[in-house]
């Protein structure tokens, strides 16, 4: 088994737009997906990631249908959206353009996240916008949201989940969610999520870290 995708975190990660388009271009062209979870709601950071030639990106924080809207029409090119285009990474500097414009519409993945009272609210709402392909919960935020502190394993916090995956499922979208280790995974599996985040390079640095320490 490999790794499918790769997410470049600049939400809470110190990743500048250079670092992150030298990370894109490290995967390669055959190798796992490079995409971009940007830090907000804003056509500057979509923009910025998808020219870098990310395949797709996740936003943070969305709770209603017509912020899903934004996020699909800042990453879509007209007639669908109000991308710009540019002779970026993405067009391999203009020598592609003509053959990138055609499939980007179709091949970016466009996800944003689950993680607020508000965001469940709307969750049907959310689901239902044409051109959004994941919905991805964000465990220990929403977990937050619910008034649940730091007890992500409530049963409370697997109810919504579970809303999340029958939203997906009734509108055809792509359920996702982070997990930060195999229990968690498994539930996760089981719960009907496809599109899963394996923890993080930190978190596989301290349990290696922590293995030799405790050897």
């Known amino acids: 088994m490999e790794f499918q995708w790769f997410m470049i975190d ?3 990660a110190h990743v500048n737009p250079e670092t992150m388009a030298a990370m894109v271009s490290s995967l390669g062209d055959n190798g796992p997906a490079p995409l971009v979870r940007v830090g907000n709601i804003d056509q500057y950071l979509i923009k910025q990631a998808l020219d870098s030639a990310a395949e797709g990106i996740l936003v943070p924080l ?11 029409s800042f990453a879509k090119y007209p007639p669908l959206g109000v991308r710009g285009i540019a002779a970026a990474a993405s067009t391999r500097y203009g020598l592609n ?3 990138y414009l055609r499939t980007a519409n179709s091949d970016t993945l466009v996800g944003v996240q689950i993680e607020t009272k508000e965001a469940m609210a709307n969750l049907d ?8 392909d994941l919905l991805f919960v964000g465990p220990q935020d929403l977990t937050l ?3 649940l502190g730091h007890d992500r394993s409530n049963p409370k916090v697997k109810e919504a989940m ?3 995956v029958k939203a997906c499922e009734k509108h055809g979208k792509l359920p996702g969610t982070l997990v930060i280790n195999p ?3 498994r539930s996760a599996v089981e719960l009907g999520f496809r599109f899963i985040s394996l923890a993080s390079d930190i978190r596989f640095l301290i349990q290696g870290a922590k293995y030799y320490l405790d050897s």
Not at 125 to 132: K, P, W, Y
């Open 10 to 12: 600049t939400e809470h």
């Open 162 to 164: 579970q809303e999340v």
């Open 183 to 185: 229990e968690e995974k």
């Open 62 to 72: 969305v709770s209603t249908a017509a912020q899903a809207k934004a996020v699909v």
């Open 145 to 147: 949201n619910l008034g």
């Open 125 to 132: 709402s959310i689901a239902a916008v044409e051109g959004l």
């Open 97 to 99: 353009l003509p053959e």
